[in-house]
């Protein structure tokens, strides 16, 4: 089921959701590149760059919904959050205080580079964290450094991300049949990934540009 609505308007029942994967709006460094030509840091092509925005509809904090994912998310599930390192601390320090346990700081080798004026940027990172008692996850033997390609040229979301990556997180920790659920889904990533392995999804999107592209990509049910 995805809803093109804010996440915060929801009425999804407590503890009924099995896992969360998303990658939440948050404000990048400001400034952009003057440098390097091109791509979506080019504060020359992309104005909102220059106060740390990518697109409309991020400037929410992670106070403001970390507590409503804890809410409906089980005992012993996880939530995978997706990051910059600039915002780590803040997603960490709000996290803790919604009443999450930090698991583990993940790994995205990207395989190219994000254009910086002190070091290119190849990597993203995933805050893992956990409610209640602990779980281990389904392939326990795993790194925590994921090489996963980007996808390079033209992308349906500005900040899209791999299925596959999302599929490695939704395959460690939940099993086919459970819900998994992303507050900002953007294009639909995890929802895709999530259907293709036998699980229920629950998404939100505001941006009803990038929630019709969802929709087309993951075929689920859209409630009126």
């Known amino acids: 089921m995805i809803y093109n609505a804010d996440f915060l308007t929801n009425d999804i029942p407590s503890e009924s959701v099995d896992l969360v994967v998303t990658d939440p709006p948050y404000k990048i460094g400001g400034g952009g590149c003057t440098t390097i030509k091109g791509g979506i840091f080019d504060k020359r092509l992309n104005s909102n760059v220059t106060d740390g925005t990518l697109f409309n509809n991020n400037g929410i904090e992670f106070t403001a919904w970390l507590p409503e994912i804890y809410r409906v998310l089980k005992n012993g599930t996880h939530a995978y959050i997706m990051c910059n390192g600039r915002n780590i601390a803040a997603l960490q ?3 803790e205080q919604a009443g999450f346990t930090f698991q583990n700081l993940l790994i995205w080798d990207k395989g190219n580079v994000t254009p910086n004026r002190y070091y290119m940027q190849r990597c993203e990172f995933i805050l893992m964290l956990r409610k209640g008692k602990a779980r281990t996850i ?64 629950i998404g ?21």
Do not use: C, W
């Not at 791999?162 to 990533?189: K, R």
């Not at 505001?206 to 993951?218: K, L, P, S, T, V």
């Open 138 to 201: 389904n392939y326990p033997g795993m790194s925590n450094l994921f090489s996963v390609p980007n996808k390079i040229g033209k992308r349906l979301h500005p900040t899209e991300k791999p299925v596959g990556l999302m599929e490695i997180f939704i395959q460690n920790s939940s099993n086919a049949g459970d819900t998994v659920l992303d507050p900002f889904m953007g294009a639909g990533s995890t929802g895709v990934a999530s259907v293709q392995l036998g699980r229920h999804f």
């Open 93 to 95: 320090d709000a996290a």
């Open 204 to 224: 939100f999107e505001i941006d009803e540009r990038y929630f019709d592209i969802a929709r087309g990509r993951i075929g689920v049910n859209v409630p009126q």
